[in-house]
């Protein structure tokens, strides 16, 4: 069974300080992982997703992700935070061995940047 | 460019009220997805369709029903509306069958049960 698990429920940062949101993942077959994001009152936006190829994916807003297939991580980052990223994150997936198309979600994580 | 679009933004119902959700995409997305989102607990899938006429069940399906007449529209039926539902509900569609397409998300119903 798909699971994904997103160990902090709140990540404090500074602005301009680089920012790490942690994500690990179980699929049975080939992982599609995926990064949102949810501003309030608004549903979620999709930032980057990883398929295959390059374990490092970049995406909307300066936004990166490394793909880890030994840790089964996909850790979202970003060098330089804003206080505009301040929302709440997404890690999400799905079985690629399978074909599948449901999406499996994490609880999120609260991204928390400070002036 | 409207994308997923839901309606009412929110409501109240009292226990044993029925109500639908509706859910309309201008993206000729074949697939629709309703998702339920509870505090600290992420998103569960409720219902989901891949094309019109056909649905299924999710993670969390009872007490919800679901049909998809056309491509475009996706409505979320609750029959007998339980303090249980509670919760923002979001509707979801996604461009093909490939497990590479994100999904494209409404703003959400937020919904309580009193």
């Known amino acids: 069974a798909q699971s994904v698990a997103q160990p902090e429920d709140q990540v404090n940062v500074a602005e301009g300080n680089p920012l790490t949101v942690k994500c690990t993942y179980s699929v049975s077959g080939n992982p599609y992982l995926f990064w949102y994001v949810q501003y309030p009152n608004r549903g979620l936006q999709f930032l980057l997703k990883?398929?295959?190829?390059?374990?490092l994916v970049k995406g909307s807003y300066g936004f990166e992700a490394e793909f880890n297939k030994s840790q089964t991580s996909f850790h979202l980052k970003k060098p330089s935070a804003l206080v505009s990223d301040s929302a709440l994150y997404f890690c999400a997936v799905r079985d690629g061995g399978t074909g599948g198309f449901k999406t499996i979600f994490g609880a999120g994580t609260r991204l928390f940047v400070k002036a | 460019n409207a994308g997923v679009t839901q309606t009412p933004k929110f409501r109240i119902l009292k226990i044993g009220q029925s109500m639908t959700l509706q859910c309309t995409q201008d993206m000729n997305h074949n697939y629709m997805y309703w998702y339920r989102q509870d505090p600290g607990m992420g998103l569960k899938l409720i219902y989901y369709?891949?094309?019109?006429?056909?649905?299924d069940k999710g993670e969390v399906p009872n007490g919800y029903n679901v049909s998809r007449s056309t491509t475009e529209d996706f409505p979320l039926r609750l029959e007998l509306a339980a303090p249980s539902q509670t919760s923002v509900y979001f509707c979801?569609?996604?461009?093909?069958?490939?497990?590479?397409?994100?999904?494209?998300f409404g703003n959400g119903t937020r919904l309580t049960v009193t």
């Open positions: 369709s891949v094309g019109a006429g056909i649905t």
């Open positions: 990883y398929i295959t190829g390059d374990n």
């Open positions: 979801a569609s996604s461009e093909s069958t490939g497990a590479n397409s994100p999904l494209h």
